[in-house]
């Protein structure tokens, strides 16, 4: 599917526009989830409108650290990462998971103001977030060729591998690794590279291990957003599958283990219930105090993340830190 918005273009690869294939594989997830024990939810489900709101609440928040930390190393680093993306003439900026884009858009700008030769290609699983983005871009930069692609991370490199011959510099910006698991994390990173030449860049945005207190607190604000972003999952759920959770009855928990480096994030049940989901007509059953694991965020050494980058195929070109070395923008060439 593509719709022709001169001068940008929106490229959706999700499997049906009316949403009907969306949603039966999103009861499905959800089923499966609900139905294994532990039990647990996809992060990837997150982000509806509503959780895309509360996203953009929490990374205002003073303590969710890692927007600013990376805006600040992109701030530091803008014109030397330009310099580097640019070096060998015209390529193709995609931008896996791009949502608002925030960050990227100050390399937009230097980009810009550099006259550099290159067009843009954010990819998102969210439409809504892939056309707000476009709107936006057609204002601030009328010039800037944009293709905005709505995919699950896996189509959309597999698009792009077919349909984007020029270099490639690939940006996996937010620390979004983090949600994999370290294994699946290492082969994303692994299917990254297989859809890239020699040549193209990778940009790896990662949240590096740090005081475990100042971790935990990003993921547990005092005021409740984080809550309200984790329970906007069972919103979603009652919203879109038919689901009859009472939000009440569950509450937001949070864990940093650092001996794995890993933040979890969980939904407990406050009591014995169960849960009837239209969508599949089954119900699920809760003991009082069983959890939903739905999140988490791996945190990283510099040593670690260009490991995983060199066994998978990269070489390691520079780090750039912020002010306080907690977050880091490693850029990683194909070999
Ligand atoms: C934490 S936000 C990061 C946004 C932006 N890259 C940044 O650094 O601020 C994660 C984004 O990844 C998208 N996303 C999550 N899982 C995805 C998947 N499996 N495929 C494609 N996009 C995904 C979400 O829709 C969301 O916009």
Redesign the pocket.
Known sequence: MLFQTPPYTLIDLSRKNDGSQDRAAFAKDVAAGLSQSPKRLSS?YF?DANG?RL?QQIMALPEYYL?RA?FSVIQRHRSAMVSAFAAAGFFHLV?L???????TKLLLEELANQKKNFDYVP????GA?MRELGDDLQQTYPELHVQAVV???IT?LKWLKQHLTERKVVLF??S?LGNFEREEGMDFVRQIRQHLQPGDLFLL?VDLAKDPETILAAYNDPGGVTAAFNLNLLSRINRELGGNFDLEAFSHFALYDPQLGVMKSYLVSRREQEVYMEATGARYAFAAWEAIHTENSHKYTLQQAAEMGNKAGFKLVTSYLDENSGFADMLFEVV
């Open positions: 990837r982000y895309s996203f927007t990376e931008d998971g791009a949502g608002d884009a925030m960050k990819m998102d699983i969210s977030a995919a699950e991370y959309g910006l937010g979004n945005g």
